[in-house]
C-alpha cells in the first residue's frame, strides 16, 4: 500500500506540472482559438531567469513574482510578434508555426545566455522528507503541488472578479458578441498570453528546485502538457487538473509495475483513446462548428 | 563537368602543394569530446589536460621540431556531430592523430572513418569495453585507449558491494544510451561470476528528472545497495531521489559517479558514492603535484577542484603518449604512428602510471584491472576510499603483463 501511495505521490508532482502548463495553453485557447506551442520554453525562460534573478541574491519567494512579470511580458511578445500577425490575415495555421518558431528561438537564445548544461536551482525549503501515512512527499514537492494550485486559483478568479477577467470571458464565450458590446477583443488575446506566459514562468521557478534548469527543460514538458490539455479538454481548467494527474500518476505506476523502460506509453495510448472516444477531453465541452 | 573537373584538379594541386609547407608547420592533433552538456565536465577537464600537455611538449621545442596544433571539436554528445567531426578532422582539418571520445556511443559511431583513413585515434576517457574491439577482425587497428575499460570496472564494481561491504542484495539502475546498456551487460556478468543475480535491474532515460518508480522498485526487492551506470545529471536524481522517499542505500557505480555534476546537484546525498577511479586528485608524487598545481593555475576550477579529474588526467597522458610514438615513428604517417604505439620502447610518464609497453598488436588497451583505486565522494571532492590505498598512492601500479 505505501507503494502505490509513494507512487501516487510522485505521480501527483509531475502530474501538477504538467496540469499549469496545460491550463496556460487553456487560456489562449478559449480567446482565441489559438495556442502557444512554446508554452514550454515559457517555463523554461521563466526558471532560468529566475535563477539568474536568484544568484543576484535575491530571496526565492521574491524570484516567483519577478519571474511572473517577466513571463507576462514574454506572453505579450509571442502574441504581438507570433499570433497577431497570423489572426489579422485570417490564417488558419499561421500561428502553429510562428509559435514553434518563437520557442526554437528562445531555446536557442537561453542556450548561448544560460549554456546548455543544467544547472542547480538550490531549494529554498528543507529536503528532509515529511512523513505522509507510510510514504514521503519532499516539502519542495509539496510547494510545487500547493503553488500550482495557488496559480491556478488566482487566475480563475481574475477572470471571474475582475473587469479585465470579465472581458477574457466575454471574449472566450464569443469573440464577435464581445467585440461588439465595446470590448478590445485583440486586448484581450494579448492579456491571455500574457497570463498563459506568466502561469508556466510561475511553474518554472516552482519545479526548477525539483528538477534542474536548462534550456533542454521545457521541450518535453511542454509535449506532455499538450496530451494533458487533449485528455482534459481544451476547455476545462479542471480537466487539465485530473488530466494533469492522470498522466502523472500513470507514469509512475507503469514504471513500477510494467517496466521502467515503457514510463511514456500509457499517457500517450490514453492521449489516442480519448481521441477515438471523447475528442472534446474528459472534461471538454463538445463544441459544434458551423460551417 | 568539365568545371568541376577543373575544380578537382585544381583542389588537388592546392592539396599536393599546400599540404608539405603547412604540415612543417605544426602536427595537428584532432580533439574530440562533449564540452556542453550532461557530459561537459568530463569533456572540458579532458580537453583542458590535453592542451596542457601540448603547451608543456611545445615548450619544450615540441615533436620532431614541431609544434603541435589541438584541433578543438565540441560533439555534444551525439552520434551523429561525432561522425560528422570525423569526417571533418580527417577531411578538412589532415589530422595526424585524434584524441578523445567522452561517450561510448559516440567513439563507436565515430572511429570507424579513422580506422579507413587509417588515423591512429586513442581514446582517453570512454570505457565500453567494444570500443578496441570494434575492429578486431581487421589486420591493423587503429583505435586505443588509455582509460579503465568497463570490463574492468564492473568486476571491482561488483567486488566492492559483494566481496568488501557484504550485500547480497543489489539493484542495478542504468540509463538508456549505448553506456548504460553495454555496462550492465558487463555488470550483470560480474555479478554472476560471484554467483549473484541482481535483484532489479532498472532503466532510465537521459534528462530524466524523477526515479521514484525505479527506486522503489529497487526497495520493495528488498536492495541493500544501488549499483549504477549513468552520468552526472541523472546520477544525482538518483541520489536525490532516495533522500525524498527515506530510503538512503549505498551507490556503488562506475567512474561516472566522480563527476562534479553529480556530486554538486547531489550535494550532500553524494557522500560516500564509491567508484572505480584511474586517478585521484592528490598531489602524492612530484609528477602528480606539477600536473595538479599547472591544472588549477591554469584553469581556475571552483573551489581548487578539478571537475573531472580522471578525464584531466588521462586527457594529459595520452599526449604524452602520442607523442613519444611520433617521435619513435620519425613520421607523422598513421601506420608508422600506430606501429610505434603497439611497440613504445620509451617508457612514458604519465600522471596515472608509468607506461611501459603500454599497447602491443593484440592488446589496444593500457589500463588493466590493477590500476584504477576505489574512490568515494567526501566533502564535495573524490578522496581515495580506502585508506590502505591512500597511504601506498604514491607508489606507480604499473599495467600487469601477460
Known sequence: ?291 | MKIRFQLAAAAVIAALSASPSHAADTIKIGVDGPFTGGSSSMGVSMRDGVLLAIKEINAKGGVLGRKLEPVLRDDEAKNERGVQIAQELIEREKVVATVGYINTGVALASQRFFQEAKIPVINNVATGTAITQQFADQPTRFVFRNSARDAIQAPMIASEAIDKRGFKKVAILADTTNYGKLGKDDLVKALAAKGITPVAIEQFNIGDVDMTAQLLRAKSAQAEAILTYGIGPELAQIANGMAKINWKKPMIGSWTLSMANFIETADKNSEGARMPQTFIQEPNTQRRKAFIDAYVKEYKPKNGIMPSPVSAAQGYDSIFLLAAAITQAKSTDGDKIREALENLNAKVDGVVTTYDHPFSAADHDAITDNIPVMGEVKGGRVVYAYQADAEKGSDIRLKKKK
Do not use: C
Open chain 1, 1 to 291: 500500500m505505501d507503494i502505490l501511495l509513494q507512487l501516487a505521490i510522485s505521480g501527483a508532482i509531475v502530474g501538477m506540472i504538467y496540469a499549469v502548463i496545460a491550463f496556460g495553453y487553456q487560456l489562449t485557447f478559449a480567446t482565441s482559438g489559438t495556442l502557444n506551442f512554446g508554452q514550454g520554453e515559457a517555463l523554461m525562460l521563466g526558471a532560468l531567469v529566475g535563477l539568474s534573478v536568484f544568484n543576484a541574491g535575491i530571496s526565492y519567494w521574491w524570484v516567483l513574482p519577478i519571474a511572473s512579470v517577466f513571463g507576462a511580458l514574454q506572453g505579450f511578445f509571442v502574441e504581438w510578434v507570433g499570433v497577431r500577425p497570423a489572426m489579422k490575415i485570417k490564417s488558419e495555421f499561421g500561428w502553429i508555426m510562428s509559435t514553434i518558431a518563437l520557442a526554437i528561438i528562445f531555446k536557442n537564445v537561453a542556450e548561448n545566455i544560460w549554456g546548455r548544461d543544467d544547472l542547480r536551482f538550490p531549494s529554498p525549503l528543507s529536503d528532509t522528507p515529511i512523513t505522509f501515512g507510510d510514504a514521503y512527499i519532499d516539502p519542495m514537492g509539496l510547494a510545487v503541488i500547493g503553488g500550482a494550485v495557488v496559480i491556478m486559483l488566482a487566475v480563475e478568479a481574475f477572470n471571474r472578479f475582475t473587469i479585465l477577467g470579465k472581458a477574457v470571458v466575454a471574449t472566450a464565450n464569443d469573440r464577435d458578441a464581445a467585440g461588439l458590446m465595446g470590448i478590445n477583443t485583440r486586448w484581450v488575446i494579448a492579456l491571455s498570453y500574457a497570463l498563459s506566459s506568466l502561469t508556466a514562468a510561475f511553474a518554472g521557478v516552482l519545479i526548477a528546485p525539483v528538477t534542474l534548469t536548462g534550456a533542454r527543460m521545457g521541450a518535453s514538458l511542454g509535449l506532455k502538457a499538450f496530451a494533458v490539455a487533449i485528455i482534459g479538454g481544451l476547455s476545462s481548467g479542471f480537466g487539465a487538473v485530473i488530466g494533469g494527474l492522470i498522466l502523472g500518476i500513470a507514469e509512475k505506476v507503469t514504471g513500477f509495475y510494467l517496466s521502467t523502460g515503457y514510463t511514456d506509453v500509457p499517457g500517450l495510448l490514453l492521449l489516442l483513446l480519448v481521441l477515438i472516444i471523447r475528442p472534446a477531453g474528459l472534461l471538454g465541452k463538445t463544441t459544434i462548428k458551423k460551417v
